[in-house]
């Protein structure tokens, strides 16, 4: 099968050429993405979950699990299920500790390496992302997960409710990846990825898969998708028949990995960041 297009100049990671990124093939009319859900008036009374996912004391399913193993209180008396309505933070306490005011929201481009978890800890004692990330960042969330080996673009956030937000399918952000994988497959086959597939009783939405280069019975293979299911790229892959060798991700929403080494990490500007939460909320 020849190339779709004349290849780029290849860019280096972890000291391996990579495979140039090929022109997408063509594909079927997107489904109109789902309206955004109208924002909701932040002055009333909230979950507590909500207003601790928005100081940054991690996600929303973080915080249930907190209040369930008894780490939160509010004025000195833990707080049982169901959880009240509150209007602010004031006398919540996270492990004894107050919980500070949020802060306006941070978006971080982090290059991952393979061989470490998307995780705070790991009962193995592997190797998590912060063990690899710079000292004396602010406390961060990463925006989804790469498995242990996966590498690439990695968002992170001081934010639990942006968080929330970048993750749910509902919002159509896209996640771009970038597959080396042997076996036999067609352009033909990668395409009909974007009706969806059902592998072991789970439903894998809308993927745009394109052969970009292939070498024997090596190829490199772009997706983009819009779900993120664990271990998506990998699972689908593997139902063609395919054994992934390395996975990459180069994209996530408008944002790319392009000028991170491996390891590195780069707050995305303000201003950036202020227009595509404009664009998310249309």
């Known amino acids: 099968m020849t190339t779709r297009r004349p290849p780029r100049s290849p860019a280096r990671s972890g000291g391996e050429r990579e495979a140039p990124r090929g022109r997408r093939s063509a594909r079927t009319e997107r489904p109109a993405r789902k309206p955004a859900e109208e924002p909701r008036d932040e002055d009333g009374p909230q979950r507590i979950s909500k207003l601790l996912a928005r100081a940054g004391v991690g996600s929303r399913r973080d915080v249930e699990r907190m209040i369930e193993e008894g780490r939160v209180a509010l004025n000195g008396e833990t707080i049982a299920q169901p959880a009240p309505l509150l209007t602010s933070l004031e006398g919540l306490t996270v492990d004894g500790n107050p919980v500070a005011k949020p802060v306006s929201t941070r978006l971080y481009r982090f290059h991952k390496p393979a061989g470490c978890l998307t995780a705070a800890r790991d009962p193995k004692g592997r190797k998590t992302i912060y063990d690899v990330l710079p000292k004396g960042l602010p406390r961060l969330m990463p925006v989804g997960r790469l498995d242990y080996n996966t590498e690439g673009l990695l968002l992170l956030t001081n934010d639990g409710e942006f968080k929330r937000q970048l993750e749910l399918p509902a919002s159509g952000v896209e996640r771009s990846y970038r597959a080396r994988a042997f076996g036999d497959i067609s352009q033909a086959q990668l395409e009909e990825l974007a009706l969806g597939v059902t592998i072991d009783g789970i439903r894998y939405g809308r993927i745009d898969a394109n052969l970009e280069r292939r070498t024997g019975r090596n190829q490199w293979i772009e997706l983009t998708l819009t779900e993120g299911k664990n271990r998506e790229v990998r699972r689908v892959l593997e ?37 595509f939460r404009r664009r998310m909320a249309k």
């Not at 990459?248 to 590195?264: P, Q």
Request: aromatic share 8%.
């Open 239 to 275: 139902h063609l028949g395919l054994q992934v060798s390395r996975l990459i991700r180069t994209r996530y929403g408008e944002f790319g990995v392009e000028g991170l080494d491996v390891g590195a990490v780069e707050v995305v500007p303000r201003d950036a960041l202020f227009q």
